[in-house]
């Protein structure tokens, strides 16, 4: 069965900080990934995704993740984080067959210190 | 624009006792949909999909059922609650030529007691 793991449960950072968020799956075949994120009080909402292609995707809000097949990785990353990012945010993959059953990771949740 | 409703946000219900959570989705047809539940320190556990009306498929064997009697509404369902079903629950729903983009809902918060 997929899983997904994230290194973090949670990150705490300052203003300015780089991030590097972690996630690694467990899957033999070809998948789809995503990051979701989910700031306080509201829904969760997706962040970036990766399909096929170029391996470093850009998402919203500065984020962007790299692909790293060899690895079964797929970490997020932001050069330098602001208050606004305090949020919870987590990894996802499907099969790449057009599947479904979503498997998503336990979360990282991070906090950033003005 | 798109918007997703579930119902009731909060809920507490005696071990035993049945369930049903409602989610609608307006403003788009033929989403597939999903429900899901969130454990503290666990993520989310996707629990049913659907593609199309009383088309359902489990992920997780359980005290759980759901249902899809209309287009635009998933129902979640259990005859006799335990204390483990306890957990927040959530419903996505996403376009049908387009399923990896979800949209979430608000949640329930269902508490077995």
């Known amino acids: 069965a997929q899983s997904v793991s994230q290194h973090n449960h949670h990150v705490i950072l300052s203003e300015a900080a780089s991030l590097e968020l972690g996630c690694n799956y467990s899957y033999g075949g070809t998948v789809n990934l995503f990051w979701y994120v989910q700031y306080p009080g509201q829904h969760l909402q997706l962040l970036l995704k990766y399909f096929s292609g170029d391996p470093l995707v850009k998402g919203i809000k500065g984020f962007e993740a790299e692909f790293i097949k060899s690895k079964f990785s797929f970490n997020l990353r932001k050069p330098s984080v602001q208050w606004s990012d305090t949020a919870e945010y987590f990894c996802a993959v499907t099969p790449g067959n057009y599947g479904q059953n979503f498997v998503f990771g336990p979360g990282t949740r991070l906090s950033v210190l003005p | 624009s798109q918007t997703i409703h579930q119902w009731p946000a909060t809920l507490v219900q005696p071990v035993g006792s049945p369930l049903s959570l409602e989610c609608t989705v307006e403003?788009?047809?033929?989403?597939?949909l999903y429900w899901y539940r969130q454990a503290a320190g666990r993520g989310l556990q996707l629990l049913f999909y659907?593609?199309?009306?009383?088309?359902i498929s489990s992920e997780v064997p359980q005290n759980l059922s759901a249902s899809r009697p209309q287009d635009r509404q998933f129902i979640l369902s259990s005859k006799k609650l335990l204390l483990s079903d306890s957990g927040f629950y959530l419903c996505a729903w996403s376009y049908g030529a387009d399923p990896y983009e979800q949209y979430f809902g608000p949640g329930t918060r269902l508490t077995v007691t």
């Open positions: 659907s593609v199309g009306i009383g088309q």
């Open positions: 403003g788009t047809s033929n989403p597939n």
